[in-house]
């Protein structure tokens, strides 16, 4: 039944599937797998351009006097934060990787190099 549903259904659905369920989606025919490439890469954007805003919020406390008891609180808030968003980030990328929903080869060899960089403890 799933695959004789309309296109804009399956965009709808897809759009709301969590992270961690999002690739099993892609398994119920072409056009659901092509919904979840598509949503998948959407998520993937998402997640960089949130962690560059993020990151950008927090230049202007690097270099003034301020409060540093609250400033170590946010601070590690605002890591947490980070690390959060690009451990999804990094689950997005690797699950497109490994179903062949990457066929640009600086893309891949972008996500390889992230994966890489976060198994042995870098900043992706």
Do not use: C
Not at 3 to 27: C, E, F, G, Y
Not at 59 to 87: A, C, G, H, M, Q
């Amino acid at each position: 039944m799933l695959d004789q549903l309309p296109v804009k259904i399956v965009k709808r659905i897809v759009a709301k599937i969590l992270d961690t369920d999002l690739i099993a989606a892609s398994k119920v025919d072409s056009v659901w797998w092509q919904e979840v490439r598509q949503e998948a890469y959407k998520r993937w954007k998402n997640y960089a351009t949130t962690i560059g805003h993020i990151q950008a919020l927090g230049k202007p406390f690097e270099k003034r006097n301020i409060d540093w008891i609250s400033f170590e609180d946010v601070n590690d808030f605002y890591k947490r934060w980070i690390n959060r968003l690009t451990e999804n980030q990094l689950y997005i990328m690797e699950k497109m990787l490994r179903n062949g929903m990457v066929v640009n080869l600086q893309e891949r060899e972008t996500i390889e190099y992230a994966l890489s960089e976060h198994r042995w403890g870098g900043d992706p």
